[in-house]
């Protein structure tokens, strides 16, 4: 079983920057894909971006060039860089992790709230 913990959300103006912090539990954190997913009011979940164990990295068209994911292995925790933050990035932000070779993400964080204001 692997907990997430996600820290950092907050309220920012437009274009302003936050820094989401997503730490796990467990031995095996280096092994596990990691995503950020957000949902907004009345709106469905979506991926905003992915990070495999590897290293590879899967965007969201509305977020590319201005969010930046990544992990460090050795804190056993994945970071989300957001930059140029607009309005419509308002929207309770999601850690998740799989093991590799899934489809579903399989672990989810309790989420944080990122409010950024016009």
């Known amino acids: 079983q692997v907990q997430l913990v996600e820290s950092g959300g907050g309220v920012v103006q437009a274009g302003g920057s936050l820094r989401l912090s997503c730490a796990t539990s467990g031995r095996t954190f280096s092994s596990y894909d990691m995503g950020w997913f957000r949902q907004a009011p009345g709106k469905q979940r979506e991926l905003v971006v992915g990070i495999t164990s590897g290293g590879s990295t899967n965007y969201a068209d509305s977020v590319k060039g201005r969010f930046t994911i990544s992990r460090d292995n050795a804190k056993n925790t994945v970071y989300l860089q957001m930059n140029s933050l607009k309005p419509e990035d308002t929207a309770v932000y999601y850690c998740?992790?799989?093991?590799?070779?899934?489809?579903?993400?399989?672990?989810w964080g309790q989420g944080t709230q990122v409010i950024v204001s016009s």
């Open positions: 998740a992790a799989r093991r590799a070779y899934r489809v579903q993400y399989e672990y």
